[in-house]
């Protein structure tokens, strides 16, 4: 649903956080250099198939969009959110919408059914917030038809394993409080919570808040080392079959491996 925040950026007045700047940006820069075929490198997510639905997942900058597919992202997004920016304070506007949706910094996942059918979207930023990289997700968006069987959350988890390919330091988003549907999907589905830098967090009360959740690179790191351990274990097992089996066959045949009388 976009990004607003009413919250000052931080002031940077020591040299450690304009260390911190540089870094993310550095960090930012990086992750804007993508190729698209980096989401070969996710293999296992270039497909969702699941609930008896079939999806290809395309990465894309927003420039190398097509026309067709940028009118029916906008038209999608109208259809799902019209009514909750009329019931804000920020009211609906399609030519600020446009414009945020088509912004040149912009990513996009977008997913088609096999005849070609556009189907869901997500699009996402690489953004410096508050002195740590992050990836933000600025829309979310699902055909009717395909809602609430897993595509959502589907492609949140791909952004979220861009976000730590790139060692950035959370995934973002903005939700209206009022799209109750949303902020549980969010909070309760995906492990989302309210980020130190929306309002409500300083006594301010407004329509929306901000939602992050934390990337572990130490989590990437347990799974690596559960991996070896995994591995060292079959090993050793495998090791000691055989050596049980080798034991086994010397106490039948002998040492002249003859059998024994």
Not at 96 to 118: C, T
Not at 140 to 154: A, H, L, P, T
């Amino acid at each position: 649903m976009g990004r607003k925040n009413s919250r000052p950026r931080l002031t940077l007045r020591k040299n450690s956080a304009k260390s911190r700047i540089s870094k993310a940006q550095l960090l930012i820069s990086q992750a804007n250099s993508m190729q698209v075929e980096s989401l070969d490198n996710l293999s296992r997510f270039k497909v969702f198939e699941r609930n008896g639905m079939k999806l290809n997942i395309a990465l894309s900058r927003v420039t190398d969009l097509d026309q067709d597919v940028k009118d029916w992202a906008f038209k999608l997004t109208e259809e799902n959110m019209k009514k909750y920016y009329e019931e804000s304070e920020w009211g609906w506007n399609p030519s600020a919408k446009q414009n945020e949706l088509w912004n040149d910094a912009a990513w996009y996942l977008v997913a088609r059914d096999l005849d070609d059918n556009l189907k869901a979207f997500v699009h996402f930023r690489f953004e410096v917030e508050e002195d740590k990289p992050v990836v933000y997700c600025y829309e979310i968006q699902v055909e009717s038809d395909v809602q609430r069987r897993g595509v959502g959350k589907f492609l949140m988890e791909i952004i979220h394993l861009i976000g730590h390919a790139f060692k950035l330091k959370k995934t973002m988003l903005t939700v209206f409080k009022h799209n109750e549907s949303a902020f549980f999907f969010y909070t309760q589905s995906l492990g989302f919570q309210v980020d130190k830098a929306s309002p409500s967090m300083s006594g301010e009360d407004h329509c929306y808040e901000i939602l992050s959740k934390r990337i572990s690179l130490k989590d990437s790191v347990k799974k690596k080392v559960r991996s070896h351990k995994l591995q060292a274990e079959r090993k050793w097992k495998d090791e000691t079959k055989i050596d049980t089996e080798k034991k086994e066959v010397k106490n039948v045949t002998g040492e002249n491996g003859m059998l024994k009388p």
